[in-house]
């Protein structure tokens, strides 16, 4: 048999389908992708592969629509000539995975760069939608570095009730509260938090889930629009055709992820979180994503990029409206289009039609602007994240735009340093401890109290718990003190409007400040210097440390699955995204 000559493969699936020089593994390889109907000319036809990596389930009810919108996207890639293969990703549903979905965005992470790595894909579309599902495809895609585009679950229509809108997750701090002080029984509670979840789709407030859709958008992983559109509205199902066209010429002209989100479209899509009001987990998990493309993305940088811009768009928890709303006002580019009119976005950044971020947004504008206001007439300025340290710990991030009239009156009041405040400190380890004794008089818990929570950082409560705000005491609540300062280890939810300190690195067990804290120690809080101390000698710092060391470290409870366990060993800090140590190695593995 002569030889045959062996020419170069056009696209990487090739490799599997349609190599004459490896035969023998060609024909394995391809015999059973046909025996559900797929054709030879197909598979063989010199077309591009394309993944659609379906993150939604019946165990995911924030991302069930993307089992109807992949219709479009197929029939979106079929006709720009290319080929799909659906897949699914391992499920993340933040409001149904225990201990907390934020462990498995990193297991997620993992198994879809096997799948991205190890089949016969040339491109995928990335399906996103709930908090950690959008983080973790675009980790994924970062590291295997083939050509990939995002698309939207969307928002729920909004919640209603009683002629008030209702906000997904926010209602929940707010209901909680009637239900403790009595206003409301059990059914009225489940009732009303009910009542914001009209339709399929993820959180309609300004949450995690908006807030990274936004920030794939504003990365340049999605096509202008998708981030806002309400699943339900015609819209959404036209953006996933429109989304399936693309994919298959983003392959033809090699548009990888490492080309798109460059360290200008971080910088970007920082710019963007403060504007939309973002969520305190955007840091964490933007960085992570940086972090696989070997970009280094710190807390600092979002001090620096975010913390002068504004607030403009008016969303719950920090405004009043709703998904529906941010989409008629015109989403994303409406909101770039506001920073680019003020010289705040690399408009040179390419995005995933192949056109600037510039060229997609400038002269965009909002339709409605009670929800997304002028750059001059913001809802508030300085409304990015600052970044705080001191004895307690090396990073922690607080979004002092958040901070209410109340607040200040309470704790920022001093003429001679008004944004400095000493409090006396009452810590909690971990969620079970904070819920049996938040409400005990013997902790003399008053209005000069500072709640720390501690023990729940990516070690102490595998994955990071959402616990760090807590509610005051209710004889306090009765008195009219809605709110504490709350300092933890852990994260925030996003729909939550606490001015929190958060993702305090190191956490206590991985030996940080907050381990030796004691009930009653004073704290000072510094806002314009960003520092958090605890007054206590560095003699008696010393002496807590030793005992702490002789007592074998800060205690957490056992792991309760394998990959609790995994995980444990492998993952660092949140202020450095709580990505896997070793994985970050791995960059652009398609091409190895
Ligand atoms: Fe899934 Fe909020 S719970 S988006
Ligand atoms: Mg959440």
């Given at each position: 048999?002569?030889?045959?000559?062996?020419?170069?493969?056009?696209?990487?699936?090739?490799?599997?389908?349609d190599?004459?020089?490896?035969?023998?593994?060609?024909?394995?390889?391809?015999?059973?992708?046909?025996?559900?109907?797929?054709?030879r000319?197909?598979?063989?036809?010199?077309?591009?592969?394309?993944?659609?990596?379906?993150?939604?389930?019946?165990?995911s009810?924030?991302?069930?629509?993307?089992?109807?919108?992949?219709?479009?996207?197929?029939?979106?890639?079929?006709?720009?000539g290319?080929i799909?293969?659906?897949?699914?990703?391992?499920?993340?549903?933040?409001?149904?995975?225990?201990?907390?979905?934020?462990?498995?965005?990193?297991?997620?992470?993992?198994?879809?760069?096997e799948?991205?790595?190890?089949?016969?894909?040339?491109?995928?579309?990335?399906?996103?939608?709930?908090?950690?599902?959008?983080?973790?495809?675009?980790?994924?895609?970062?590291?295997?570095?083939?050509?990939a585009?995002?698309?939207?679950?969307?928002?729920?229509?909004?919640?209603?009730?009683?002629?008030?809108?209702?906000?997904?997750g926010?209602?929940?701090?707010?209901?909680?509260?009637?239900?403790?002080?009595?206003?409301?029984?059990?059914?009225?509670?489940?009732?009303?938090?009910?009542?914001s979840?009209?339709?399929?789709?993820?959180?309609?407030?300004?949450?995690?889930?908006?807030?990274?859709?936004?920030?794939?958008?504003?990365?340049?992983?999605?096509?202008?629009?998708?981030?806002?559109i309400?699943?339900?509205?015609?819209?959404?199902?036209?953006?996933?055709?429109a989304?399936?066209?693309r994919?298959?010429?983003?392959?033809?002209?090699?548009?990888?992820?490492?080309?798109?989100?460059?360290?200008?479209?971080?910088?970007?899509?920082?710019?963007?979180?403060?504007?939309?009001?973002?969520?305190?987990?955007?840091?964490?998990?933007?960085?992570?994503?940086?972090?696989?493309?070997g970009?280094?993305?710190?807390?600092?940088?979002?001090e620096?990029?975010g913390?002068?811009?504004?607030?403009?768009?008016?969303?719950?928890?920090?405004?009043?409206?709703?998904?529906e709303?941010?989409?008629?006002?015109?989403?994303?580019?409406a909101v770039?289009?506001?920073?680019?009119?003020?010289?705040?976005?690399?408009?040179?950044?390419?995005?995933?039609?192949?056109k600037?971020?510039g060229?997609?947004?400038?002269?965009?504008?909002s339709w409605?602007?009670a929800?997304?206001?002028?750059?001059?007439?913001?809802?508030?300025?300085?409304?990015?994240?600052?970044r705080?340290?001191?004895?307690?710990?090396?990073?922690?991030?607080?979004?002092?735009?958040?901070?209410?009239?109340?607040?200040?009156?309470?704790y920022?009041?001093?003429?001679?340093?008004?944004?400095?405040?000493?409090?006396?400190?009452i810590?909690?380890?971990?969620?079970?401890?904070?819920?049996?004794h938040i409400?005990?008089?013997?902790?003399?818990?008053?209005?000069n109290?500072?709640?720390?929570i501690?023990?729940?950082g990516?070690?102490?409560?595998?994955?990071?718990?959402?616990?760090?705000?807590?509610?005051?005491?209710?004889?306090?609540?009765?008195?009219?003190?809605r709110?504490?300062?709350?300092?933890?280890?852990?994260?925030?939810?996003?729909?939550?409007?606490?001015?929190?300190?958060?993702?305090?690195?190191?956490?206590?067990?991985?030996?940080?400040?907050l381990?030796?804290l004691?009930?009653g120690?004073?704290?000072?809080?510094?806002?314009?210097k960003?520092?958090?101390?605890?007054?206590?000698?560095?003699?008696?710092?010393?002496?807590?440390?030793?005992?702490?060391?002789?007592?074998?470290?800060?205690k957490?409870?056992?792991?309760?699955?394998?990959?609790q366990?995994?995980?444990?060993?492998?993952?660092?800090?949140l202020?450095?995204?709580?990505?896997?140590?070793?994985?970050?190695k791995?960059q652009r593995?398609?091409?190895?």
């Open positions: 048999m002569a030889d045959t000559p062996q020419k170069p493969l056009k696209y990487r699936s090739q490799a599997w389908f190599n004459p020089a490896n035969a023998d593994m060609t024909a394995l390889y391809l015999e059973r992708y046909l025996n559900f109907g797929l054709t000319s197909e598979l063989q036809g010199g077309k591009p592969i394309i993944g659609i990596a379906q993150t939604g389930s019946d165990l009810p924030c991302n069930r629509a993307h089992v109807d919108l992949v219709k479009r996207v197929r029939d979106g890639i079929y006709e720009a290319g799909p293969l659906e897949f699914p990703v391992h499920p993340i549903q933040e409001t149904g995975k225990r201990p907390t979905a934020s462990l498995d965005r990193n297991l997620s992470y993992l198994s879809l760069v799948v991205l790595y190890g089949y016969p894909l040339d491109g995928v579309v990335l399906t996103i939608g709930c908090d950690k599902t959008t983080p973790a495809c675009l980790m994924a895609a970062a590291t295997v570095d083939i050509p585009i995002a698309l939207s679950s969307g928002p729920m229509l909004n919640g209603w009730y009683k002629g008030q809108r209702t906000g997904s926010t209602i929940v701090w707010m209901a909680r509260e009637k239900l403790a002080t009595g206003e409301l029984d059990y059914e009225g509670f489940v009732e009303l938090v009910a009542t979840a009209p339709s399929t789709g993820f959180c309609n407030t300004m949450g995690t889930a908006t807030t990274m859709n936004s920030l794939a958008e504003a990365l340049g992983m999605s096509l202008p629009g998708n981030a806002a309400p699943a339900p509205y015609r819209e959404r199902g036209q953006m996933a055709y989304t399936g066209r994919i298959v010429d983003m392959v033809k002209e090699d548009l990888t992820p490492s080309k798109i989100m460059t360290r200008k479209a971080f910088e970007n899509a920082i710019a963007v979180n403060t504007a939309i009001g973002g969520s305190t987990n955007a840091p964490n998990h933007l960085n992570a994503i940086a972090a696989h493309l970009i280094e993305l710190t807390v600092a940088d979002w620096k990029h913390y002068d811009l504004p607030l403009l768009v008016n969303l719950q928890p920090a405004g009043e409206y709703l998904g709303d941010y989409h008629r006002a015109g989403g994303v580019p770039v289009a506001e920073l680019i009119a003020n010289g705040k976005i690399h408009e040179d950044c390419i995005t995933a039609n192949g600037t971020i060229e997609n947004c400038k002269g965009q504008f409605d602007r929800v997304i206001r002028e750059f001059g007439k913001p809802m508030k300025e300085h409304a990015g994240f600052k705080l340290s001191g004895n307690l710990f090396d990073n922690a991030i607080m979004k002092t735009s958040v901070i209410s009239e109340e607040f200040r009156q309470r920022l009041s001093n003429p001679k340093d008004p944004n400095a405040f000493v409090a006396k400190a810590v909690f380890d971990g969620p079970e401890d904070y819920h049996a409400d005990d008089p013997k902790l003399s818990i008053d209005e109290t500072i709640l720390f501690r023990g729940v990516p070690l102490g409560y595998p994955g990071a718990a959402e616990v760090v705000n807590m509610r005051a005491p209710n004889y306090l609540l009765e008195k009219g003190i709110s504490l300062p709350c300092v933890g280890d852990g994260r925030q939810s996003g729909t939550s409007g606490s001015p929190s300190i958060l993702n305090a690195s190191p956490e206590a067990a991985a030996g940080g400040g381990a030796i004691k009930n120690d004073m704290v000072r809080i510094d806002l314009n960003g520092t958090c101390d605890m007054l206590v000698s560095n003699e008696e710092l010393e002496k807590r440390r030793a005992e702490l060391e002789k007592a074998g470290g800060y957490v409870p056992p792991s309760q699955t394998p990959w366990e995994i995980f444990r060993k492998e993952v660092g800090q202020a450095e995204g709580m990505v896997l140590k070793g994985a970050t791995f593995v398609a091409k190895t």
